[in-house]
C-alpha cells in the first residue's frame, strides 16, 4: 500500500478533480503577515499558485538580511517565537495521484496559516538559503496574544519582588566550592507570583514587557496555538501541528536557540544563554561543579529542569553510597587471604584430596575441590560480613535519598511556579478530538465532552493491561530459553573446553571454567535479547497508550511509564533473579538429580555459591547497558550533524538562525521519558543487588558523573532547542522509586539468605564448630568446608547419569565415594540422602534473619520518613507569604476599587445629580 492509498488520502485526493488545481488558490488563502510591495502580493497568492511562483521568481516571502545571529523578523523588532518548515513538492506531469496530494499538503498549510493568523500569530516566511524548495515560516506573539493565552494557561507570572530572606544553610562554604561562577551565571530575581489575570495587568510586574514572557513562556503559548489550530473545514478532528507533522504536511517545528553554542552572538542585547550553558554546564571541565539549575529551567523549561535537578542530587547522594561500597570491597580485598573457609578449599590437603561429584551426566569427570581456589578468592571479595552490614546501609540509604528528595522537590516547586500545576493542565489536542460524547461534571453540575463511557475506559485500560502482560510473558518465555541454553552448553564446555585448553592457554585454565565460560556467553545472549525485546515493545507500549486516550499530557506519560517500567524491570533482572534465587536451588543429588523439561539436568552453583556468577551477570548487563546508551544517543545524533555539516560547508553562505537549528537534530517527545527509565533501572540495578556486588553505587556514580555532562552537551549542541514544558514533579518515578526502595530491602535480604553463605558461616561458627556438636572447644571457621559437603557412594549412580570417563588421578577401587555441595545424610543412615539436621537449623536461621532485617529496614524506614518532613519550614512560610499578598494585591485592591465607586455614586445620588443608571455603567459589580 503506497502513502496515498489510506482513507484519509484517499478523501483528501477526492476534493480535487483531475484538471482542478488552481481551487486552491481561489478558496484557501495562506497569510503570512505583513510584509511589503510585490512580495506581499506575491506570498497572499499562495504557495499553490503558478502566478506567485512568476512573480517572486528567486525570492519568497522576505529575504535574509545577513545577520546570521537574529532571532527576530526582517524589521529587527519582533521575536520569533516558533518556525514552521515545509518543501514546495514538485509537480510531476501525469502522475494525477501525486498532484492531488501535493494540492491537498497545499490546502491544509494554508487553512492551518490562516486558522493562526486568525489566533493573532504573525508570520513571516523566508526562503532557505541552501535549499531552494524549503520555506522558513517565522511566528511571532503580539502583546495581546500572550497576554490572552497566559490567562487561559493560567501562567503564574511576577507579582511582587519576595521580601523574606534566603535561608542560609551551614554548608555553604562547602558547597561554595562547587557552585557555578556567579559573576557569570548571576542568581535570577525572586518574585511572588499569580496566575496572570487581564483585568488586574496593573497589579503585575509588567515595567519591561519585553522581559515579562520568557522567550520559554512565549513558545510554550504558541505551541497550545499550534495545537489547536484547525487544518480542515467542517472537521473538529482535523488540527493540530502534530498531525501534519505525521503527515509531512510540515517538515519541522521547532523554537530556536539564542546564538551559538561556541560563539557570542553579535546582538548586544542577546543574553547567550546557550553559550553560558555549554561553558558552564555542558563542558566536561564543569564535571564536579553544581549545575546551573536556574538557568537550565529557564532555557528549557520546568520539565528539562526537573529532570536534571532530580538526575543531579541522586549523584550526589551516589557519592555517599559509592563511597562506603568501596570501601566495603577494600575490606573484602583485605580479609580475601584471611578467610578460613577460602584458605581450606585452595588447601592441597583439604581442598586437593576433596573429589567432587560430576555436575552432568555420563561425560563429565570427577573434579577436586582445589580447582575452584581463585572463584573461591575472588567470592570471599564479595561474600563477606562487611556486605551484610553494607546491605542495611543501603536500605537506610535509599529512605533517606527519596525523603531528602521531596524535601528539594518541594522547593524548586515553589522556586519554579509549578505548585499547583496539576490544576492549570490543559487538555491533551488528541483527547479533545475524540470527545463526542457529553457527561454531567460532578463538581460543576455542568455538562461536558468526553470521549468514552466509564465502561469503554475500562475496555481499555484492560486492553492495554492484557497487552502489557502478554508481552510479559514474552520475556519470560526468553529466560527460560537461556536457561535451556546454559544448561545445554554447560554439557558442552564441561566436555570439550578441558580439551580446548593447550599449553598457550593453560595461564587461563583456571579463570576459565565451564561454570564462567556459560555464564558470560548466556549473560552476553541475554542481553541482545534484552535489547531487540525493548525496541519492538516501545512501539506497542506507545500504540496502547494513545489507544487509552488520556485526558492530560502528565497523565499520558505516567501511564506510558508505569507499562515500560513494568516491561523494562522484568526484562533487566529476570536473568539476575534466575541466578540469585533458582540457580543450584532444587538440582536433587547425584543419584537422583532434577531434569527441566525431562531432559536437560539442572545447573549446579560454583561449590562457593551462585554470588559470583550474579556478580558477572550485572557488569555484563549494566556495562553493556550503559555502552549501547551512548552509542544510540550521543554517538549516533553527532554523526548526522557531522554529515551535515559536512554537506553545509561546501557553501560559503551565510546560514541565518533558523537554519542552523534546521540543520540539528530533533529530539523526540519522549526523550526525557528514556533519561528517566535509564535511570531508574540504574537505581535498581545500584539498589536491588547490591548484598551480591557492593561498587555497583561507585559505578553508577562514575556513570552519572559522564551521564550529567553528556545529556548536557547533546541537548545543548546537538539538538534543536528542546520546546519548555512545565512539570511540577518527576511524575510517577517517584513512586517508582519507593516500590523498588521497598523491594530493595526484601531482595537484599533474601539474596544474603539465600545466595550468599553468610547464613552458614554463622551458624556453623557460632554453633556447629563448638562442642557439643562440634569438635572444637571454640568458635572457629576450620573444617566449615567439609561440613557443607555431602557424601555419595559412587555405586549408587543410575545408568543414566554414572560417568563414563575418568580423570587419569581417579581409581574407581580405592574412591568409592565423592562430594557434592548440599546438607544430606551420608550412605549408610537410615536417613540417607534425607536433608539433615542441620539444613533445616539453617533453613530455620535464613528465615528468621529475613523477618529480622526487614523489620529493622522498614523500622528504620518510617522512622526516617516521620523525622523528615517533605515540605521544608521556610518553603511553607514562602507559600503563605505568597497567598496572602495574592489575597491582598489581587482581591482586596479589586473590591476596594469597586467600594470607592460605589461610595462615588451613592454620594452623587444623594446630591441628585446623576441617576443609578448612569452609574451603573462604571460600576463592576
Known sequence: MSSFDSDEDQMEMEEFPDGDEEFCVQTYVPNYGTLSGKEQHAVELGPCSKESTLLVGSKYGVEFNGNEDSVFFADGQRRIDFIL????????????????????????????????????????????????????????????????YAEVLHIKLPLFCNDLKPKTSTFNCITKLFSVDEEKIPPEDEYFTAPFEMNRIKSFHTQNRDAFFTPATRSRIVNYILNRSEYKRGKPSKFGITKLLDSNTYKAAYTLHDCKFNQKSSDPLCPNERLLLYQEWAHPKNFYKLQPLDLIRKYYGEKIGIYFAWLGFYTGMLAIAGFTGLLCFIFGILTMDHNTWSQEVCDPEIGGRLIMCPQCDRDCF?????????????????DNYGTLAYAVFMAIWVTVFLEFWKRRQAELEYEWDTVELEQEEPRRAEYEAKCTMRRKNPITQEEEMVPYTAC?????????????????????????????YRLAVFFEFSVNLPKAMDNDLEPLKDYLTPQMATTVTASLINFVFIMILNIIYERVAILITDFELPRTQTDYENSLTLKMFLFQFVNYYSSCFYIAFFKGKIVGYPGEP????????????????????????????????????NIQEVLIPWLKNLISRCKTKSSENVLPRWEQDYQLQSISKLGLFYEYLEMVIQFGFATIFVA??????????????????????????????????????????????????????VTNALIIAFTSDMIPRL?????????????????????????????????DFSNISKPIKFPPWFDPETHTTCRYRDLRYPPGHPLEYYHSLYFWHIMAAKLAFIIVMEHVVFGVKFLVSYWIPDVPKHIKEQIKREKYLTQKILHESHLSQWHNKMTDATKSLMKGSVSLKEHSKDMDI
Open 366 to 382: 570427577y573434579w577436586r575441590l582445589n580447582i575452584t581456589c581463585q572463584s573461591s578468592r575472588k567470592l570471599s571479595i564479595f
Open 692 to 745: 551480591s556486588f557492593p561498587l555497583a553505587p561507585l559505578l553508577a556514580l562514575i556513570n552519572n558523573i559522564i551521564e550529567i555532562r553528556v545529556d548536557a552537551w547533546k541537548i545543548t549542541t546537538q539538538f534543536r532547542r528542546i520546546l519548555p514544558a512545565k512539570a511540577q514533579d518527576i511524575g510517577a518515578w517517584l513512586p517508582i522509586l519507593n516500590g523498588v526502595a521497598v523491594f530493595a530491602a
Open 763 to 795: 551458624v556453623y561458627y557460632w554453633t556447629l564448630s563448638v562442642e557439643p556438636y562440634g569438635e572444637y572447644s571454640g568458635p572457629t571457621m576450620r573444617g566449615y568446608t567439609n561440613s557443607t559437603l555431602s557424601v555419595f557412594r559412587i555405586a
Open 456 to 484: 469503554g475506559k475500562c475496555m481499555r485500560i484492560f486492553c492495554g493491561g492484557t497487552t502489557v502482560l502478554f508481552w510479559i510473558s514474552l520475556i519470560i518465555a526468553s529466560v527460560v530459553a537461556i536457561i535451556v
Open 85 to 148: 518548515v515545509y518543501e514546495e513538492e514538485q509537480r510531476k506531469q501525469g502522475d494525477q495521484k501525486k498532484m492531488r496530494s501535493i494540492l491537498s499538503k497545499k490546502r491544509k498549510r494554508a487553512l492551518f496559516q490562516e486558522n493562526l493568523k486568525a489566533a493573532g500569530l504573525q508570520i513571516e516566511a523566508t526562503r532557505s538559503i541552501l535549499d531552494f524548495k524549503t520555506i522558513f515560516l517565522k511566528l511571532h506573539a503580539p502583546w495581546e496574544v500572550l497576554c490572552r
Open 594 to 629: 532434577v531434569y527441566w523439561l525431562g531432559r536437560f539436568r539442572n545447573e549446579e552453583c560454583d561449590p562457593g555459591g551462585c554470588l559470583i556468577e550474579l556478580t558477572t551477570q550485572l557488569l555484563i548487563v549494566m556495562g553493556g547497558k550503559a555502552i549501547w546508551n
